[in-house]
């Protein structure tokens, strides 16, 4: 008996939904042998797996790579950062009758991300301020209208448990005013740092906090890798870039002017962020002859003229710091007091907890 009209069209729509769900099935089966079983797919998943790795969302990346390709990616990681920190820089930079006390800043943007460019032309104009809160990290904007500062970005690393830290506690050395305000290493033991000398010079890489005081460094923070030195990128390519993420970094040109780079991330339909190998090709191409990577992430802000410049990208607005690099029409005139003078640090912590205003 032939089947009824009523039941053919039924019988087509489940013959389309069968053949529909077998193309679902062999694209997910092909995208998978591309995703980990081809060169082009891995480099996009090594890619993922850097930028979760810059995240709260780490652990996500063994997914991914798996937790021991994982742990090795990120040992290997801090290893060629210390590496990079060692390249021996030469210094040519002039800085005799620097006068052009001109602040400025300049929209940049590049294939997935947007962000800007705050020019410091004269170097000495620099201070590294710390929060002013027991206890407790700042936000910059605070930071800036505090001290009166013409502008201003994040600084150094900080003890972050859970990616949610209270933002008081540095990592590594915090240097103000040519004072050692913080350190959890001894004098002797080398640290990844980035700063700038009584004379204006940037300074950056791997040294002891008793070589910093000898070379007259003033202000500096704990941050990694030096990526620029002597007006070579030392990042290949961007496989080496440490994945996609909001970005802060330090240069400086051969005529002393500093550059800080913010570029925005994690904000799809705006921007989603750059690797280091981004932030080093556009300085580059800037003239930067050193440079240095900053916290980046959730920390990435630029303040100017009591405004917030960039987008950051945390939902809840502006992280709670313990550094940043401010820009002063009269920088000997600051005052950086030690607010982690008298503490007991090394058991402090750090776990976010709301303060009292």
Known sequence: MAPSPARRPKR???????F????????????????????????????????????????????????????????????????????????????????????QVEPVSGKNFKGYLLYVHNPRMLRVVTTSIKGQGEQILSMVKRTGAIAGVNGGAFDDPGYDGNGFKPSGIVMSGGKLLYSDVGMNTPVNMVGIDRNGLMVAGRYKPSELLQMGVTDAVSFQPKFIVNGKGLIKNEADGWGIAPRTCMAQKKDGTIMFLVIDGRQPGYSIGATLYDAQQLLLAKGAVTAANLDGGSSSVLVKDDQVVNRPSSSYGMRYLPTAFLVFDHPDRVKVPNIWSGMDMAHFNSAFKPFAS
């Open 12 to 18: 087509r729509r489940r013959r389309a939904l069968r």
């Open 20 to 103: 529909a769900a077998l193309i679902v099935l062999l694209a997910l089966l092909g995208f998978v042998y591309w995703f980990y079983f081809t060169a082009s797919g891995t480099d996009l998943r090594y890619m993922l797996a850097d930028t979760l790795i810059t995240t709260q969302h780490r652990d996500y990346a063994k997914y991914l790579i798996g937790q021991d390709e994982l742990n090795r990616r990120v040992d290997e990681y801090f290893k060629k950062f210390d590496e990079m920190g060692m390249e021996k820089d030469d210094h040519d930079v002039s800085l005799g009758g620097k006068t052009n006390n001109s602040v």
